[in-house]
């Protein structure tokens, strides 16, 4: 594992040993290292992140000649330990049992593109819960890929874990709910959704992962990537980023991943932590991540700081004592090696004076006639409804409001069910007024409603059972 960024950096350590360390040498180090990290898959932010920090430590500095490799070793391991120590720390296990002592199960959000091991990754999860006697349910709300839904189910079969699952096409949201649902009426430790795989520019389908997450509220949202796509996987871990904010992420196949830079990179851009790695076939190949093992896999084992010296720290000699500094280079076995490199000043710009802006004057504003106004806020036309389900692209939540807020009880009949999902439509499209404000655009009956009601209780036509019965809940 991470041999060519190991490589990488083994090779700058040796280089700095090698030269005399001027800053025309240091420089010329830098990029060699630059383009080796580059071949890695590091981000250019982490690569100008451990140049900068290495050339801080190397300015200034005296160190033994046989001392600087393990210096050079040292600042770098220094500077990638930092970057993981700036992310947070997550203990998903214990959180977990933390919740479930107050009765309430723990919910993880799954993203990521088609083809990252996604699924099989909550399938490994699923199993870590279990060996850490932790309950599960899995949510299929994968509700578009091919096979998906009984892909999912054959590992909930294998480790008995209950799968929530509805019929292809179904909004994920609604299944990711039901799982909810489940996990807290049957007091079930912990939620895995596994939502669709989409790429990171399909603005529409990552939308749908934002409405699952309004919908669920999950306390984890974690990020599967690919260790072996490399700089694709810093690319769309940068992009779910900016559309969710996940928390921390999953890499999978890191067993076979040679280069290594995925893991630096999606941490110094996100500023979240490496979870666990995905190591094998295997349901128990998931690992949690672990700082001193890649550490250590990069640079071998801690050694400690050589004795360095600064510029600035050191002590002027006393007045009564005299130094030969012949005779103390040749008392040491090896000569000291002083990097001196002074940094180039910076041009002083001075700033240019800002042209005045004279204040435009503010055009007159003539007041528009009471008849106008009732004009704009005449309603809007709903567009008519179509297809089997009339309630298509209306969320639960204005169902919900609108029933409250006009005391609507759920429908009988499809005749009903369409009505009602028109009235909700024309409510929305007005901007979802209180019923003061709505009251003529809403509540006005139609002629059949008007004939009905004179209607005698033996004349009504007898009310259909409707398909939309699940609405009643």
């Given at each position: 594992m991470?041999?060519?960024?190991r490589?990488?950096?083994?090779?700058?350590?040796?280089?700095?040993?090698?030269?005399?360390?001027?800053?025309?040498?240091?420089?010329?180090?830098?990029?060699?290292?630059?383009?080796?990290?580059?071949?890695?898959?590091?981000?250019?932010?982490?690569?100008?992140?451990?140049?900068?920090?290495?050339?801080k430590?190397l300015?200034?500095?005296?160190?033994?000649?046989?001392?600087?490799?393990?210096?050079?070793?040292?600042?770098?391991?220094?500077?990638?330990?930092?970057?993981?120590?700036?992310?947070?720390?997550?203990?998903?296990?214990?959180?977990?049992?933390?919740?479930?002592?107050?009765?309430?199960?723990?919910?993880?959000?799954?993203?990521?593109?088609?083809?990252?091991?996604?699924?099989?990754?909550?399938?490994?999860?699923?199993?870590?819960?279990?060996?850490?006697?932790?309950?599960?349910?899995?949510?299929?709300?994968?509700?578009?890929?091919?096979g998906?839904?009984?892909?999912?189910?054959?590992?909930?079969?294998?480790?008995?874990?209950?799968?929530?699952?509805?019929?292809?096409g179904?909004?994920?949201?609604?299944?990711?709910?039901?799982?909810v649902?489940?996990?807290?009426?049957?007091?079930?430790?912990?939620?895995?959704?596994?939502?669709?795989?989409?790429m990171?520019?399909?603005?529409?389908?990552?939308?749908?992962?934002?409405?699952?997450?309004?919908?669920?509220?999950?306390?984890?949202?974690?990020?599967?990537?690919?260790?072996?796509?490399?700089?694709?996987?810093?690319?769309?871990?940068?992009e779910f980023?900016?559309?969710?904010?996940?928390?921390?992420?999953?890499?999978?196949?890191?067993?076979?991943?040679?280069?290594?830079?995925?893991?630096?990179?999606?941490?110094?851009?996100?500023?979240?932590?490496?979870?666990?790695?995905?190591?094998?076939?295997?349901?128990?190949?998931?690992?949690?991540f672990?700082k001193?093992?890649?550490l250590?896999?990069?640079?071998?084992a801690?050694e400690?700081?050589?004795?360095?010296?600064?510029?600035?720290?050191?002590?002027?000699?006393?007045?009564?004592?005299?130094?030969?500094?012949?005779?103390k280079?040749?008392?040491?076995?090896?000569?000291?090696?002083?990097?001196?490199?002074?940094?180039?000043?910076e041009?002083?710009?001075?700033?240019?004076?800002?042209?005045?802006?004279?204040?435009?004057?503010?055009?007159?504003?003539?007041?528009?006639?009471?008849?106008?106004?009732?004009?704009?806020?005449?309603?809007?036309p709903?567009?008519e409804?179509?297809?089997?389900?009339?309630?298509?692209?209306?969320?639960?939540?204005?169902?919900?409001?609108?029933?409250?807020?006009?005391?609507?009880?759920?429908?009988?009949?499809?005749?009903?069910?369409?009505?009602l999902a028109?009235?909700?439509?024309?409510?929305?499209?007005?901007?979802?007024?209180?019923?003061?404000?709505?009251?003529?655009?809403?509540?006005?009956?139609t002629?059949?409603?008007?004939?009905?009601?004179?209607?005698?209780?033996?004349?009504?036509?007898?009310?259909?059972?409707?398909?939309?019965?699940?609405?009643?809940?």
């Amino acid at each position: 594992m991470f041999d060519k960024l190991r490589n990488a950096f083994s090779s700058a350590v040796k280089s700095f040993g090698e030269k005399e360390l001027k800053e025309k040498d240091i420089d010329e180090v830098l990029f060699e290292l630059e383009i080796a990290l580059l071949e890695s898959d590091v981000a250019t932010e982490v690569i100008d992140m451990i140049k900068s920090d290495l050339k801080k430590q190397l300015i200034g500095t005296t160190v033994q000649k046989d001392k600087i490799n393990e210096f050079v070793k040292h600042s770098l391991r220094q500077s990638i330990s930092n970057m993981f120590d700036a992310t947070p720390k997550i203990d998903v296990l214990s959180n977990i049992k933390n919740k479930k002592e107050r009765g309430e199960p723990y919910i993880i959000s799954f993203m990521g593109i088609n083809g990252t091991g996604k699924t099989t990754t909550i399938a490994k999860f699923a199993n870590l819960l279990r060996e850490n006697k932790l309950s599960a349910v899995i949510a299929a709300a994968d509700t578009y890929r091919a096979g998906a839904i009984e892909q999912i189910s054959e590992h909930g079969k294998r480790l008995n874990v209950k799968v929530i699952a509805q019929n292809y096409g179904s909004d994920p949201a609604a299944v990711s709910r039901d799982a909810v649902l489940y996990a807290k009426s049957h007091k079930v430790d912990c939620v895995l959704i596994d939502t669709a795989g989409r790429m990171q520019t399909s603005k529409n389908l990552m939308d749908q992962i934002s409405k699952i997450n309004k919908v669920v509220n999950p306390d984890l949202k974690l990020f599967v990537g690919d260790s072996l796509a490399g700089n694709d996987t810093v690319s769309q871990a940068r992009e779910f980023h900016n559309y969710t904010k996940f928390d921390g992420a999953i890499l999978t196949k890191s067993d076979a991943d040679a280069r290594g830079g995925a893991a630096i990179s999606i941490v110094k851009i996100t500023s979240t932590p490496i979870l666990y790695l995905g190591v094998g076939q295997e349901y128990k190949d998931l690992k949690p991540f672990d700082k001193d093992s890649f550490l250590e896999s990069l640079f071998g084992a801690q050694e400690p700081l050589p004795e360095i010296q600064t510029q600035q720290n050191e002590k002027p000699p006393k007045q009564t004592e005299v130094i030969d500094v012949k005779e103390k280079v040749s008392m040491t076995k090896e000569p000291a090696v002083e990097i001196k490199v002074e940094p180039k000043p910076e041009p002083k710009i001075e700033p240019k004076p800002e042209p005045k802006i004279e204040p435009k004057p503010e055009p007159k504003i003539e007041p528009k006639i009471k008849q106008e106004v009732k004009q704009e806020v005449k309603a809007k036309p709903v567009e008519e409804i179509q297809g089997d389900d009339p309630f298509a692209g209306i969320t639960t939540k204005d169902i919900e409001k609108y029933s409250d807020l006009y005391d609507v009880p759920p429908p009988e009949s499809d005749e009903e069910a369409r009505k009602l999902a028109s009235k909700i439509k024309q409510w929305i499209a007005n901007g979802r007024p209180k019923p003061t404000e709505e009251k003529d655009v809403i509540e006005e009956e139609t002629d059949e409603e008007t004939e009905e009601k004179e209607m005698s209780e033996d004349e009504k036509p007898k009310k259909k059972h409707s398909m939309f019965g699940w609405l009643k809940k």
